[in-house]
């Protein structure tokens, strides 16, 4: 029954259970997004709840960013918007820099967009990912740097430029063995390939950067339906301007 605002007030959490059970909820959000997402939503509550009757842990910051996208997916864009910028200030309130790189994410990509225009979403995704390798969030740094080319080319940027960008942060990734962010990563690379006619076939995503021949049957197998959804909104686009 608090205004959003106000929870950025509450006191700190002590509880020692509830700081466990915070930790151990934020380390399942990422899995469930993307293999169980009935789930996800109920560990979102659950991590809001125990912040709002036990006080503000670092971790809540996560929490409020992730209620802010369901929000947002239920169509209550103003109060999402207001979870994601209650979670940026809790980051900076507490000075959670180990947490910088996990809620700029959640926030540039799943909720800003909304609201404000696209590109401002991308300075802070870059901030993000550049703290997330100083702090070592290898994981959410990756991200943020996926997150950066998949915005900039729906924002129209220059795609020579993006190209390479996006060449340079797939090399980090390969080189960090983050390979999900990497695939995610050379699907929209590809795509930016296919625009540039270093593609034989503009349709397809074939080429230096993915192949979409050896990908697909191990995606479909796997069901992989994170990826699969990059895919084919990617060859949409492709087979409708071309």
């Given at each position: 029954?608090?205004?959003i605002?106000?929870?950025l007030?509450?006191?700190?959490?002590?509880?020692?259970?509830?700081?466990a059970?915070?930790?151990v909820?934020?380390?399942?959000?990422?899995l469930?997004?993307?293999?169980?997402?009935?789930?996800?939503?109920?560990?979102?509550?659950?991590?809001?709840?125990?912040?709002?009757?036990?006080?503000?842990?670092?971790?809540?910051a996560?929490?409020?960013?992730?209620y802010?996208?369901?929000?947002?997916?239920?169509?209550?864009?103003?109060?999402?918007?207001?979870?994601?910028?209650?979670?940026?200030h809790?980051?900076?309130?507490?000075n959670?820099?180990?947490?910088k790189?996990?809620?700029?994410?959640?926030?540039?990509?799943?909720?800003?967009?909304?609201?404000?225009h696209?590109?401002?979403?991308?300075?802070?995704?870059?901030a993000?990912y550049?703290?997330?390798?100083?702090?070592?969030?290898?994981?959410?740094?990756?991200?943020?740097?996926?997150?950066?080319?998949?915005?900039?080319?729906?924002?129209?940027?220059?795609?020579?430029?993006?190209?390479?960008?996006?060449?340079?942060?797939?090399?980090?990734?390969?080189?960090?063995?983050?390979?999900?962010?990497?695939?995610?990563?050379?699907?929209?690379?590809?795509?930016?390939?296919?625009?540039?006619?270093?593609?034989?076939?503009?349709?397809?995503?074939?080429g230096?950067?993915?192949?979409?021949?050896t990908?697909?049957?191990?995606?479909l197998?796997a069901?992989?339906?994170?990826?699969?959804?990059?895919?084919y909104?990617s060859?949409?686009v492709?087979?409708?301007?071309?």
């Amino acid at each position: 029954g608090k205004p959003i605002e106000e929870l950025l007030y509450l006191p700190a959490m002590t509880d020692s259970y509830g700081l466990a059970s915070m930790r151990v909820l934020s380390s399942t959000i990422n899995l469930a997004f993307t293999t169980f997402p009935q789930l996800f939503p109920l560990i979102v509550f659950r991590m809001v709840n125990l912040s709002i009757t036990h006080g503000n842990a670092p971790l809540s910051a996560q929490a409020y960013a992730t209620y802010g996208i369901t929000l947002c997916a239920a169509g209550d864009i103003e109060a999402g918007y207001q979870f994601g910028n209650l979670a940026l200030h809790l980051v900076e309130r507490l000075n959670a820099r180990e947490l910088k790189a996990s809620v700029t994410y959640m926030v540039q990509t799943f909720i800003r967009h909304w609201k404000d225009h696209i590109r401002d979403t991308l300075p802070p995704l870059l901030a993000g990912y550049q703290v997330g390798l100083e702090t070592g969030d290898i994981l959410y740094g990756t991200f943020d740097a996926q997150g950066y080319g998949f915005q900039a080319f729906w924002m129209g940027a220059e795609l020579n430029s993006l190209e390479h960008e996006m060449a340079k942060y797939s090399e980090v990734m390969r080189r960090l063995k983050q390979d999900q962010m990497l695939k995610l990563n050379e699907i929209y690379r590809q795509l930016v390939l296919n625009f540039l006619g270093r593609a034989n076939n503009p349709c397809r995503l074939v080429g230096e950067s993915y192949d979409e021949d050896t990908a697909l049957p191990l995606l479909l197998q796997a069901n992989d339906v994170n990826t699969l959804c990059f895919i084919y909104s990617s060859k949409l686009v492709l087979c409708y301007l071309f």
